[in-house]
């Protein structure tokens, strides 16, 4: 069964360094999400990202953050400069279009720890 | 999107039938019925969605009642493996509309 991808599966960096998340979303699928994950917190929303562009983002996502689709296969998150409280899980997603079948699929995450 | 609740959290034995409950009684129309569930810290796992009829896959059943403001999520079979958050969530199908998750139902299943 297709599934989505993530990569690195565990990301450690300093604060005020540049990351990038990858994710590999399932082929032919056209929406694509970035959630987080506070440990111990609910799974909040990012951003939204559809033909080439965002579609809704979430007041946690700031100028820090940045989203891109480089090539046909990959989605990448970045952050900028990253912060103490950036340390979450995150988890990217991907639908494949409208109609009663749009259900997201998640992938397995990547945890950032930021010291 | 629709407020839900659950109850925070429940037991259910090995090999018996989990009943998760939800109530949606705001529930719109157009707004669909999603359960999803999160296997510690793993991504959250789609599980099964509904409109107004009763829904049966591989995993579960998600029984909704006629006037569609609570359902219940079935796991036939309960197994050390589907411990768990479970996640009752209302939303409008199509378009790019995200997942907004609440608090969920932790599940565990007890030997």
């Known amino acids: 069964e297709p599934e989505v991808t993530q990569t690195p599966s565990h990301q450690v960096t300093q604060m005020g360094q540049e990351v990038i998340l990858r994710c590999v979303p399932i082929s032919n699928h056209l929406y694509f999400y970035w959630y987080r994950q506070i440990l111990g917190q609910k799974v909040e929303f990012l951003v939204s990202f559809y033909n080439n562009e965002i579609s809704e983002k979430s007041e946690i996502f700031d100028d820090q953050f940045s989203v891109e689709r480089p090539d046909g296969s990959n989605f990448t998150l970045k952050i900028r400069s990253t912060k103490l409280e950036d340390s979450a899980m995150y988890f990217c997603?991907?639908?494949?279009?409208?109609?009663?079948?749009?259900?997201?699929?998640f992938g397995p995450g990547t945890r950032l720890t930021v010291l | 999107d629709a407020k839900t609740t659950q109850p925070p959290s429940m037991d259910c034995a090995e090999g018996r039938a989990a009943n998760l409950p939800c109530n949606h009684s705001?529930?719109?129309?157009?707004?669909?019925v999603y359960w999803y569930r999160q296997i510690h810290s793993q991504g959250p796992q789609y599980i099964i969605h509904g409109l107004k009829n009763n829904e049966t896959n591989e995993m579960a059943s998600l029984i909704i009642t006629e006037d569609r403001k609570s359902s219940t999520l079935i796991l036939p079979h309960a197994t050390l493996r589907d411990t768990a958050v479970y996640y009752c969530i209302v939303r409008v199908s199509g378009g790019y509309q995200k997942v907004t998750f609440g608090i969920g139902t932790k599940l565990q299943v007890i030997p």
């Open positions: 705001t529930i719109s129309g157009n707004e669909y």
């Open positions: 997603a991907s639908r494949g279009g409208t109609g009663s079948t749009d259900t997201q699929y």
